[in-house]
């Protein structure tokens, strides 16, 4: 059973930036999309964003577009999410997750689409 190990999550004021990362304890990942998740209270886990098995390609939701970027060091078995100019709004429990199907971008904006994901790490911005 592969587990996500996610870290990086915190409290930050707003207009400030955090750095997630996130990395399978085993398995090589790098032939799969890999998918930012995040649930706030009381609402439904939302898209983030998602990036492509070798990194060439990403793709956000418009509420983070601009100011969240996903990265990936396949050699490190890592991949990252940049956080700059953090909102109230960002308040969530964040969830890195993995495409269940590799060198594939079929519905990365879906969570059905990924089969392991991360325990989910906070992130508070205070206003």
């Known amino acids: 059973q592969v587990q996500l190990v996610e870290s990086g999550g915190g409290l930050v004021q707003a207009g400030g930036s955090l750095r997630l990362s996130c990395a399978p304890s085993?398995?090589?990942?790098?032939?799969?999309?890999m998918g930012w998740f995040r649930q706030a209270p009381g609402k439904e886990r939302e898209f983030v964003g998602a990036i492509s098995w070798s990194g060439d390609s990403t793709s956000y939701a418009d509420s983070v577009k601009g100011r969240f970027t996903i990265s990936r060091d396949n050699a490190k078995n890592t991949v990252y999410l940049q956080m700059n100019s953090l909102k109230p709004e960002d308040t969530a429990v964040y969830y890195c997750a993995v495409h269940r199907i590799g060198f594939s971008w079929y519905n990365i904006w879906s969570q059905n689409e990924y089969n392991y994901w991360g325990q989910g790490t906070q992130v508070t911005v205070s206003s």
């Open positions: 085993e398995h090589t990942f790098s032939i799969y999309a």
